[in-house]
């Protein structure tokens, strides 16, 4: 009996090793390997600047300085400013507002800010007209420049081009005579660029042929309001972590008519056919029959304080 018990065990555990001989050892107290798992830092997102978009011209009212435009099946209004860069696609040559006729193709970069209007309006950065057949230009503003062995490096603010030239491209300035070169090109300057070839990378990486320059318009409002600031015996001023901008000394200095109603606390801005209404502590800014948004104005000592993009948006 013994001697069949011994061979009965004998043959389940020759059945054991040849059933599992496939399977992993497994040792007790042993802890099973981990895979550590780096993961990337996420890209840093950068905040649009402003917004492109491809459009047909529905009409333009003179008198408001407004273009009404078709995207895709929404209209939108573009207001039209002194310094809107308008170009012609086929040239790179100045154009003219007042000459889009109904159902010309444009590309258009206009602000992120809207009124909350039907439709809604927005402040026109840059207008390429003539885009029918396509075009080979491009807007952008300057977020950084570098110089290295191969030439000049430019990215933009909203993250979508990198430039590389040397100093041989083709650099013409908007709307003046001045002789530019590419060590004129600044942080914050507005570039239109002509290339026909740009990679699919995000940001898109192109070789430019020619380059308009548009110089940033901001940085000379905000020295003349310096010099404004000083002799009014005001000066800018920090809330929330946004600057602040004294309201009347900035308005009147780009030529509008200010009036306080101390009882609604709330101040009028008008010029020409253009009127802006705000309310102390208030974020929405009646923008003649339509709103938009900041943050809301301060009154400090008795002086009425604006956000200073603001101040741009009004110049």
């Not at 399977?23 to 990337?40: D, G, K, Q, S």
């Not at 060590?183 to 380059?211: C, H, K, Q, Y």
């Not at 929330?240 to 009347?248: A, E, F, H």
């Not at 938009?292 to 304080?305: E, R, V």
Request: proline share 5%; glycine share 4%; hydrophobic share 45%.
């Amino acid at each position: 009996m013994k001697k069949l018990l011994s061979l009965m065990a004998a043959f389940c555990m020759l059945f054991c090793l040849t059933a599992f001989a496939d399977e992993p050892l497994l040792i007790a107290n042993e802890e099973p390997a981990v895979e550590e798992i780096t993961e990337e830092p996420a890209a840093e997102m950068l905040q649009p600047s402003f917004i492109m978009i491809e459009a047909s011209v529905v009409s333009y009212d003179a008198e408001n300085t407004a273009l009404t435009v078709l995207s895709g099946e929404e209209e939108l209004v573009l207001m039209i400013a002194e310094n809107t860069v308008i170009i012609d696609a086929a040239t790179g040559i100045p154009a003219s507002v007042e000459n889009l006729s109904a159902g010309t193709k444009i590309i258009a970069y206009h602000d992120i800010m809207m009124t909350m209007s039907i439709p809604p309006q927005t402040p026109a950065l840059a207008i390429i007209t003539g885009t029918e057949n396509g075009c080979n230009r491009f807007f952008m503003e300057v977020a950084s420049i570098s110089v290295g062995e191969e030439g000049y490096t430019v990215t933009d603010t909203n993250g979508n081009y990198i430039l590389n030239f040397t100093e041989e491209v083709a650099l013409t300035p908007y709307r003046t005579r001045n002789i530019v070169t590419v060590n004129n090109i600044e942080v914050g300057d507005r570039l239109v660029f002509t290339t026909d070839i740009l990679t699919m990378s995000i940001p898109a990486v192109a070789n430019p042929s020619e380059i308009i320059l548009i110089k940033n318009a901001d940085q000379k409002l905000l020295a003349d309001l310096d010099d404004v600031f000083a002799e009014k015996n005001v000066a800018p001023t920090e809330v929330d972590g946004v600057v602040y901008l004294p309201l009347r000394a900035a308005a009147e200095f780009m030529g509008y008519t200010v009036d306080w109603n101390g009882e609604a606390m709330s101040i009028i801005l008008t010029r020409e056919n253009r009127s802006y209404t705000l309310t102390i502590g208030q974020e929405d800014y009646g923008f003649n029959r339509s709103l938009m948004y900041f943050p809301a104005p301060a009154l400090l000592d008795s002086t009425t304080f604006v956000p200073i993009d603001f101040v741009k948006t009004i110049r």
